[in-house]
């Protein structure tokens, strides 16, 4: 019986030393969701309310005018959800190409051709 009773000492024992590990580590996550929430409404503060509402409204326009103003002519912008056929997207730019190319160019037809 005495063998039970240390038995059941320890597992006081231990029981004790967890409860006071998950208290210690419910205490530090509380205060650190305390420190974010703190350092997210400074942000804010410090952005403005206004201007983040702007940043979200921004949207397309502001893409197309940002591309632009890197000197970008063309682009291909896509989410990656649906397949592109990158072979008639393409056909656009080739048939610029050839419009604008040298005479000694083969010019872009539907059908392949062999040049020798």
């Known amino acids: 019986e005495s063998e039970l009773q240390r038995l059941d000492r320890i597992r006081q024992v231990e029981l004790g030393h967890m409860e006071a590990k ?13 420190l974010e ?5 400074r942000m804010v503060e410090a952005i403005s309310q206004r201007t983040l509402g702007m940043m979200a409204s921004a949207g397309a326009k502001h893409d197309v ?18 397949p592109i056929n990158l072979f ?3 056909t656009g730019l ?12 083969v010019p ?8 020798i």
């Open 88 to 90: 008639t997207t393409a």
């Open 65 to 82: 005018q940002m591309l632009q103003a890197l000197g970008l002519h063309s682009t291909l912008i896509t989410d990656g959800s649906a």
């Open 37 to 41: 929430a703190t350092r997210f409404s």
């Open 108 to 115: 872009h037809t539907t059908s392949p051709s062999i040049t």
């Open 94 to 105: 080739i048939g610029q190409l050839t419009d604008q190319s040298s005479a000694n160019m």
């Open 22 to 34: 998950n208290a210690l580590e419910l205490k530090m996550l509380q205060t650190q969701a305390q």
